[in-house]
Nanobody
Framework: QVQLVESGGGLVQPGGSLRLSCAAS????????MGWYRQAPGKERELVAQ???????HIADSVKGRFTISRDNAKNTVYLQMNSLKPEDTAVYYC?????????????WGQGTQVTVSS
């Protein structure tokens, strides 16, 4: 059974920082690309950051320079470090595991963790 469990969300003031964690189980973590998505009320889910199995990262323009993604394959965990948070970063943040092999796509999602940026 695949499980992605996010943690680290909460309420933070503008300019503050949070670190999200996503612990994976039930998958061969090291071969999956891992990503963080977010969804704000009334908006579509959007990609925030992704890290490949080889460690290559992609950061959305909206958070570039403020957010970083990293992974620890020994702990089956991916992290999202969020600095200089803005009210527009308020959303539910979801962890994603993604693998494509021989034309088949495997996607798994966590349950989400709420991030609220407000004074």
């Amino acid at each position: 059974q695949v499980q992605l469990v996010e943690s680290g969300g909460g309420l933070v003031q503008p300019g503050g920082s949070l670190r999200l964690s996503c612990a994976a189980s039930g998958i061969m973590f090291s071969i999956y690309a891992m990503g963080w998505y977010r969804q704000a009320p009334g908006k579509e889910r959007e990609l925030v950051a992704q890290i490949s199995s080889g460690g290559t990262t992609h950061i959305a323009d909206s958070v570039k320079g403020r957010f970083t993604i990293s992974r620890d394959n020994a702990k089956n965990t991916v992290y999202l470090q969020m600095n200089s948070l803005k009210p527009e970063d308020t959303a539910v943040y979801y962890c994603n595991a993604h693998w494509v092999v021989f034309g088949s796509t495997y996607d798994y999602w966590g349950q989400g963790t709420q991030v609220t940026v407000s004074s």
